[in-house]
């Protein structure tokens, strides 16, 4: 379970009560504040803050002095176009923080967003608990075979087992031999910055993490894709759904030119041009890698 | 006069009407939302939204589950000893969004920061408006002999008005021929992307800008320092009130140990051991320079 | 002209001798070294330093020991798979320093790219030069009726005349009246940092810009885009010649992918899908606006 | 041992011929190129490019057309006052790329530090070898008791022993686990991304890294300080050496106003004052909490 009972206690009191403001308020969004979404076996997202909706998005674009809107309609279309053209400041504009508990080897792949503030939970001031990611025995599978950092195929259930059993028990004894480190009870106990160093990177750990809209916006399409690793893909995919519910307009038009658009080089403009036009076109024919090729039929063509 | 009626009505439209939120809410910061804080002849500063309190640094720093919180004792100790130990990041989970009018040589220095998001009024869209800075006559000054990039002593009363004649004259005179080459009154009137490039750099400008906590401080220290231009000093000294009542905490911090704080080099501290064991120390046996040891003896020895 | 005698002379210096170096060298990149290449009318781009080649980006892809290059072919293969899946850390690795004259205004956009190192002449410390952007008369274009925001048709020869006789006389007089105020013939002189403020935006300053490859082709495929404007357009353009022959396959893997790339929304790719197959689409059945409709069709299917 | 025979061999081909250029050239640093100076048990740091020199630094501030520099001394006494005065932007405009071997648990805290561009080593895609750090009996030391993220007096030889054993035998079990998981002897064999979740935290792991000289600056006020943890100090400390070598000025520079350089508070600036007329100060009259002049008194007064 991902959250305590203390801890929903500490939620359910922020969420007991409202308090007035002049700000932009996102009612799709102050249903998600606080709560814990949870994520993989211990994982979770909680919304802890937002700043910005739509509206504000077409505000800034217009850099207006009141609420900037016409109609939501019109705004629907302006973000539709800021979106398109790549305006992304307006974007900027819209701020989140959020409450991410997640595997160390997933916060290792998080990290690598740099544009984004980070405050992690200090393992040198701090113990860790005992939680360790253990993946669904659905989730094991083979390196791929066609894509060299993925996985492919699902383990037979008895290597699913095994390796299930080695994780469950480094787990354990990595964690035991941490608390007999740390322990002061009668010797010194090793420093928590030292001890840390024992335990594997399925360990969980947690961070607050603040980004804006267009940022997020980059975060998603990378890791909310297809090819990303599960373990981070299933956190971006809740967020996906977080983000829907916060700015409904400018999600749609994330989802209909980044998540779900293809960009096409100039050979394969060329080519969807040729094809058209009712020319057949090959791999061969079309100046094109076999991996592009690939890539092309499969994202384009269908 | 930086606001019209119009405006101003837009700005009463939103200070109207409250809505209820689950957020963090600074109610020192609620009552500056919106409201255009007059700097110079034409510009403003107005707080478009805010996201975090003073409790909000402390409940990053703390990665905590509620509101982090103590007592306000306690969250005053811990901002002072991040702000005292160069702990950005818990200070970079709060975010502000001003709507800023300043003239154009100034937002070019502005803009030099470059960890902030910002939307600025397109001149390749719109009009500009017949806005200029003009100096009072008190702030006209000479180039300074001691600081090569500063200002010195005030101009005779007759050099300041033939600048002022100058400086009116030419916005005047710039304007009028800008809003002759867009006409398009019996013309095709030049495209604005070029006609503005016949504006001064006293034209008003605005933009929608939007900075962390952190890095808000830095640009306040740099900004708000004697050293700095007053055009753009006005700008932040204003910033600092409006940060004063939203974080009174981390603002009285950044008072005592960035505003009022002065570093010392080591040859410094040295010298300060000394004359605290009450040796004489000169410019000669101090190991600084002539430009170290003014300033040493300005911002330390007082 | 925009080199001095005594400019060209110093480049000519550092141009006359070579040192030895252990480092990546760029045999296409030595050759600009410190060359001015005029753009517009005293504007230039130089190339002041580089690191990095094409061998580097796979160098780094790879986090190799030594060269880290099979072969050519090889890091080919890997430029163009980094570029086509949006791997941007490697070519983060190659960085160059350029030193650009530019008018203001243009500046301005430029310095919008915010992941970027820039020093820019201090107007505050030194006297600006009298050296204007003064277009040519075939620049001289009306508002868009098409694009919000750009240029369209000609002006007439008789308005293209007028602008270019308000632009000269005001640059003259603005300058004249800049040299007035700062001189301390006879009285005290106007400080630079507020002299400044009457010129326009059509004069030239200049500043050292130092930015990786990936931000650097970010610049170059907006402000190389037919739809950015003329002046900035033209400095995007010298500087591609210059990356073509600094890293050429990751040159061209930009030009294909990017520059002559285009990104086709859910809606465009569904339409694409059902053009291949023999079906008519027109913009009433094919779920995009007008505006969407009419870049599909210039963009795509051409 | 860092490096392998095969490695070395790579190393010392690189080393084996300089080419020319008409790039700023840093003797100093040239020696370093390639080298892999070993930090930890198994880790290294390795120069693999640099741009720009002491004199770069200068020739931007002071946006120059040739070399920039007039004299030696009329450099570092410029860079003197740069550093002094807090201006990044000139020491931006120096830039290495490094080539590092280091533990997971030490990578995490180095990732924090945004403001760069990382290559790391792909588990997803590689498999990563046998080796973990280690440490050092005498690096074996008890939480401390006055910093409560640190770490204090030494253990036992007993209590060090234990962790030693430990530390390796986990270190041992997990690596063979990790191999077992991923063979695909005789069976699929689990993915690698999947695999690498059971490996602890003091494996190494490697990466290219790249920096601007004024970040790597603050990166190395922060972890080459007294209170960093031991573990990444060392790499700081490394790596101070090298930039001694590439940019000497620059760096004497750093070392007295930033690395012995000390911050004082508004109040404790008032503290000297009255300590310098010779009165007596004591925690009580000095307006300071008890952590703040314990700080005081250790770093300035001495």
């Known amino acids: 379970m991902p959250i305590t009972a203390d801890q929903q206690a500490e939620i359910d009191a922020l969420r007991a009560q409202t308090r007035p403001t002049l700000r932009a308020?996102?009612?799709g969004m102050?249903?998600?504040?606080?709560?814990?979404?949870?994520?993989?076996d211990h994982g979770f997202v909680r919304v802890i803050d937002y700043m910005g909706d739509d509206a504000a998005i077409c505000q800034a674009a217009r850099v207006s002095y009141g609420r900037g809107t016409k109609t939501v309609q019109n705004d629907e279309g302006l973000i539709r176009y800021l979106m398109r053209h790549w305006h992304s400041t307006p974007f900027e504009m819209c701020e989140v923080k959020l409450h991410v508990k997640l595997p160390v080897f997933v916060a290792r792949q998080w990290i690598r967003h740099r544009t984004?503030?980070?405050n992690e939970y200090s393992a040198r001031y701090s113990i860790l608990d005992r939680e360790f990611y253990i993946p669904e025995p659905s989730q094991l599978a083979a390196q791929s075979v066609v894509n060299n950092q993925g996985r492919g195929a699902a383990l037979t259930p008895e290597e699913s087992a095994r390796v299930l059993e080695i994780l469950k028990g480094d787990a354990a004894r990595t964690y035991d031999h941490y608390e007999e480190m740390i322990s002061d009870d009668g010797k010194q106990g090793l420093a928590r910055e030292l001890a840390r160093m024992n335990l594997p990177a399925n360990i969980y750990t947690q961070w607050y993490w603040k980004v804006d809209l267009h940022n997020l916006f980059h975060f998603l399409r990378l890791r909310a894709?297809?090819?990303a690793q599960y373990e981070i893909r299933v956190y971006a995919e809740e967020i996906c759904k977080v983000v829907a519910d916060w700015v409904p307009a400018a999600y749609a038009a994330f989802e209909d030119y980044r998540m779900g658009g293809v960009t096409l080089s100039s050979k394969a403009v060329e080519c969807v041009r040729r094809m058209i036009k009712g020319e057949q076109v090959t791999q061969e024919t079309s100046g094109m890698s076999k991996?592009?090729?690939r890539e092309f039929m499969d994202g384009v063509v269908g």
């Open 116 to 118: 984004a503030n980070v």
């Open 225 to 227: 894709d297809a090819h």
């Open 25 to 27: 308020v996102s009612d």
């Open 30 to 40: 102050e249903a998600h504040l606080y709560r814990a979404h949870p994520v993989l």
């Open 291 to 293: 991996g592009e090729w």
